[in-house]
């Protein structure tokens, strides 16, 4: 279980943020993560759901995508904000 946190964490979150970073505009690194998780989301929504589970699978969609969206403009914003200061 510690295993499927940790690698979720890294796939939702840092590795957003590190690519938020290395692209270094908050708004153009978020919108490739939101556009995929509405294409995923669409598609969920287009196949229909599996019973009892449907909700859960939309929900999770929709929070990893939001969670990647934030980390990654969260990145840019960093770099953004390092670049006017000065930082490397």
Same mark, same amino acid.
């Given at each position: 279980? +510690?295993? $499927? &946190?940790?690698?979720?964490?890294?796939?939702? +979150?840092?590795? *957003? &943020?590190?690519?938020?970073?290395?692209?270094?505009?908050? +708004?153009?690194?978020?919108? *490739? &993560?939101?556009?995929?998780?509405? !294409?995923?989301?669409?598609?969920?929504?287009?196949?229909?759901?599996? =019973?009892?589970?449907? =909700? =859960?699978?939309? $929900?999770?969609?929709?929070?990893?995508?939001? &969670?990647?969206?934030?980390?990654?403009?969260?990145?840019?914003? +960093?770099?953004?904000?390092?670049?006017? !200061?000065?930082?490397?």
């Amino acid at each position: 279980m +510690v295993e $499927l &946190f940790a690698a979720s964490l890294i796939a939702v +979150v840092l590795l *957003p &943020f590190a690519i938020g970073w290395w692209i270094g505009h908050a +708004v153009m690194a978020s919108l *490739p &993560f939101a556009a995929l998780g509405a !294409t995923v989301l669409l598609r969920q929504a287009e196949i229909g759901g599996q =019973g009892n589970h449907a =909700g =859960g699978l939309l $929900l999770g969609i929709v929070l990893s995508t939001a &969670f990647s969206a934030a980390a990654a403009y969260a990145g840019g914003r +960093v770099r953004e904000r390092g670049r006017r !200061t000065g930082s490397p």
